[in-house]
């Protein structure tokens, strides 16, 4: 009989205030949506990081004709120079740091170049001597780059030690940047949702103060008056929650492992699977600010 009056009440005020409701239900939807956006970024951060990183490969580029670097006063790489820097990567020393390698020519980096940098007009204007011979290193432990960076850099005929971990730090910076910029979004939209449910259970409590009037006079329970007005805040809210799940299934779904994975099969992409480990902490948050809002806005204007 209590849970039919909770029920019948808690829907008597979602009529009465129904525009209300759609606004706080739309509010929670795009502000945990954006939580559900930076939750995917950052898995998708970890899951780049954990399939690059095993990939990551130290270029040894070798001196040219253009070089400038101070070990390379003496011009470009020699043959012995070159057999030696060879010889220490077959070395025993070596062998702990260096999983396997291949020599690149100028030759094949032009290619390569042209290949990468194909849509621009200067791809075509660079020649072979332009561009360094190198070792491209694959490591046992990408982790050790900077042993095997001390133990090349000094050589004659060793321009620069490259390690394509430094590039993939930038690109996650950027990507880590995008996570805090979406979760500072998250959280203003989260506030505004916490003063909507607010706002709408206070004009719930005003428009039906008689009831809760007679309510009180009958001597009804300081729980029975107020779950009505704390079911309308937290139904509100799951709903957006709700809606929000949905959208952050469908981005992980339709955009990432549908778009991006079919465009990039190279690169490790997070499955919509594993999108569903955010629905909790989406009805979570929801459940939070529901009810503190609620709580906080029913202490102060139902005197009960």
């Given at each position: ?106 030759e094949q980096a032009l290619e390569l170049f042209q290949d990468q940098y194909s849509n621009l007009d200067m791809a075509e204007s660079v020649t072979a001597d332009q561009l360094p011979e190198s070792f491209r290193v ?139 480990w955010l629905v909790p902490l989406l009805f979570a948050i929801a459940l939070i600010l529901a009810a503190v809002s609620s709580m906080l806005t029913l202490r102060r204007y139902l005197k009960v």
């Amino acid at each position: 009989m209590r849970f039919a009056f909770i029920v019948s009440e808690t829907l008597s005020g979602i009529r009465r205030n129904l525009s209300m409701v759609i606004s706080v239900v739309l509010v929670t939807f795009i502000s945990l949506t954006f939580v559900g956006s930076a939750g995917l970024l950052q898995m998708q951060i970890n899951q780049m990081k954990g399939y690059w990183y095993d990939r990551v490969e130290v270029a040894i580029f070798l001196c040219n004709d253009t070089s400038t670097a101070a070990s390379c006063a003496g011009g470009a790489v020699t043959d012995s120079q070159r057999e030696a820097i060879e010889a220490q990567l077959d070395s025993q020393q070596a062998s702990a740091y260096v999983e396997s390698y291949e020599y690149e020519s100028q030759e094949q980096a032009l290619e390569l170049f042209q290949d990468q940098y194909s849509n621009l007009d200067m791809a075509e204007s660079v020649t072979a001597d332009q561009l360094p011979e190198s070792f491209r290193v694959s490591l046992v432990n990408p982790e050790q780059y900077e042993v095997v960076n001390e133990m090349f850099s000094g050589m004659p005929g060793v321009e620069v030690v490259s390690d394509q971990r430094e590039l993939l730090e930038s690109l996650f910076s950027l990507m880590n940047i995008a996570s805090v910029i979406a979760i500072a979004l998250a959280v203003i939209m989260l506030i505004t949702a916490i003063l909507l449910i607010a706002t709408t259970i206070r004009l719930s409590a005003f428009s039906r103060r008689r009831e809760t009037g007679i309510m009180r006079l009958v001597g009804a329970s300081k729980t029975m008056i107020q779950l009505p007005f704390l079911a309308e805040g937290v139904v509100a809210a799951m709903l957006g929650a709700a809606l929000a799940s949905l959208a952050t299934w469908a981005i992980a779904k339709f955009f990432i492992a549908d778009w991006l994975a079919t465009e990039y099969p190279q690169t490790g992409f997070i499955s919509s699977t594993e999108a569903l480990w955010l629905v909790p902490l989406l009805f979570a948050i929801a459940l939070i600010l529901a009810a503190v809002s609620s709580m906080l806005t029913l202490r102060r204007y139902l005197k009960v």
